[in-house]
């Protein structure tokens, strides 16, 4: 089953265009289920996690602005009906922000909801996607190592089988370095402490926590199946 669940979804994600749009209402941090199995039980069930990026949001940031699509929605159940769709929100914003938190938070925080969601057996032993945007990659990548080194979240890494990239900064952003010096400069003329200078300081090339998630995926990553995407 595996095998035929990576191969259709590599041939989908070939056809598809970015769009996006259904929840509108805030939620809050954490998992959000926007499609569930027609049948819960399913035995070819399978769970699909989407990561927005930077001052992403988990439903705009698949949904097409002009026509309020949501592809991540709308498109995968058609293709893929024994999925479970959950996009993953966290507090990603750079400026006008007071948070302090890096994606080793961000990691953390996905791993306790997966958990939380995939609480029974069934659910526990099925086939997990990513799809991730920018920041969204690296939060997973180091999600992946997390539950590599951690017997908590031993279910998850055995049932990981693939990851989709786009436009994630493996080797961290050179606009990074553009949005801490805009939220050095809006954190000292406007707004205090409300900007998070620790997130772009992370996401610059050469940074000791980018440098050390890049070094340990690849031991982590095992047969995953991985594909980048990118312009």
């Given amino acids: 089953m595996a095998g035929t669940t990576r191969a259709t979804l590599k041939s989908f994600f070939r056809g598809q265009q970015t769009g996006a749009a259904t929840p509108h209402q805030e939620l ?3 998992l959000h289920t926007l499609v569930a199995p027609k049948h819960q039980n399913d035995p070819n069930a399978i769970d699909i996690v989407a990561i927005h ?3 992403g949001h988990y439903a705009k940031t698949w949904t097409h602005e002009a026509t309020g699509f949501n592809w991540i929605h709308e498109s995968i159940p058609k293709e893929l009906p024994e999925s479970r769709v959950m996009t993953f929100s966290y507090n990603s914003a750079v400026q006008f922000s007071k948070s302090n938190a890096d994606f080793f938070v961000f990691a953390d925080q996905l791993l306790e ?3 939380t969601e995939r609480s029974s057996p069934a659910e526990a032993s099925r086939p997990l996607i990513f799809i991730c945007h920018s920041l969204g990659g690296l939060v997973f990548k180091r999600a992946l190592t997390r539950s590599y080194e951690n017997e908590r979240y ?4 055995e049932s990981v089988a693939g990851v989709m990239f786009f436009g994630t900064p493996h080797r961290g952003a ?3 370095s ?3 010096l805009l939220g050095k400069l809006v954190k000292t003329a406007f707004l205090g402490t409300s900007t998070n200078t620790q997130l772009t300081e992370d996401l610059k090339p050469g940074s000791r926590i980018l440098d050390h998630t890049s070094k340990a995926f690849p031991e982590r990553a ?3 199946k991985i594909f980048s995407f990118y312009e």
């Avoid at 031993?154 to 890494?157: A, K, N, S």
């Fill in 222 to 224: 095992g047969d995953l």
């Fill in 113 to 115: 909801c997966l958990l």
């Fill in 154 to 157: 031993t279910t998850i890494y």
């Fill in 53 to 55: 990026g930077v001052n």
């Fill in 178 to 180: 553009w949005g801490n």
């Fill in 174 to 176: 050179s606009l990074a």
């Fill in 28 to 30: 809050g941090f954490g």
